[in-house]
């Protein structure tokens, strides 16, 4: 139901510490979340930088986030059939595009059905040049490099 690691490999949340993500891509938003006892949250909140030096997401990012949420699933938690129509559409477009890549012979990284898939460029000097070709043609990717990887793995997130 395109609810993560933790459903994919069948561990129940009740045993995570903390769930962590991201309302980027996901959510067509900006921000995420860390979910995790109220003990935890605020000692997260005492020692974490970004806390100190960051801001909150903006109303208008968090209800994008909402309506996001909304459209997938219902009160009830389970996919509405629109959620459910859209998770599918996105697993049947995400398999065709990985397959085109690998067929370009490009190194793609990840899950069969996972939306993300990270391609590898492998030498630094492609990183800034990819991300502006991508641009040029109006695709949003992340390019990631060193520090983020080691030096020779550069890669880029589609």
Same mark, same amino acid.
């Given at each position: 139901?395109?609810?993560?690691?933790?459903?994919?490999?069948?561990?129940?949340?009740?045993? %995570?510490?903390?769930?962590?993500?991201?309302?980027?891509?996901?959510?067509? =938003?900006v921000g995420g979340y860390a979910a995790t006892t109220e003990v935890l949250a605020r000692?997260?909140? +005492?020692?974490?930088?970004?806390?100190?030096?960051?801001?909150?997401?903006? /109303?208008?990012?968090?209800?994008? @986030?909402?309506? @996001?949420?909304?459209t997938l699933m219902g009160p009830d938690g389970k996919p509405t059939p629109a959620g459910?129509?859209?998770?599918?559409?996105?697993?049947?477009? =995400?398999?065709?595009?990985?397959?085109?890549?690998?067929?370009?012979?490009?190194?793609?990284?990840?899950?069969?059905?996972? /939306? %993300?898939?990270?391609?590898?460029?492998?030498?630094? +000097?492609? %990183?800034?040049?990819?991300?502006?070709?991508?641009?040029?043609?109006?695709?949003?990717?992340?390019?990631?490099?060193?520090? @983020?990887?080691?030096?020779?793995?550069? +890669?880029?997130?589609?």
């Open positions: 139901t395109g609810r993560g690691v933790a459903e994919l490999l069948g561990v129940p949340t009740s045993e %995570i510490d903390v769930m962590m993500g991201t309302f980027t891509k996901s959510f067509g =938003s000692e997260i909140r +005492r020692v974490s930088a970004g806390t100190l030096y960051a801001c909150a997401m903006s /109303p208008p990012a968090v209800q994008q @986030a909402i309506c @996001a949420f909304n459910q129509a859209k998770l599918d559409a996105l697993r049947t477009n =995400s398999n065709y595009f990985r397959t085109a890549l690998r067929a370009m012979g490009l190194r793609v990284l990840g899950d069969v059905d996972s /939306p %993300i898939m990270p391609v590898m460029l492998f030498h630094p +000097r492609k %990183i800034a040049e990819f991300g502006r070709e991508c641009r040029k043609r109006n695709l949003a990717v992340v390019v990631v490099g060193y520090p @983020a990887t080691p030096t020779l793995l550069s +890669r880029v997130r589609f």
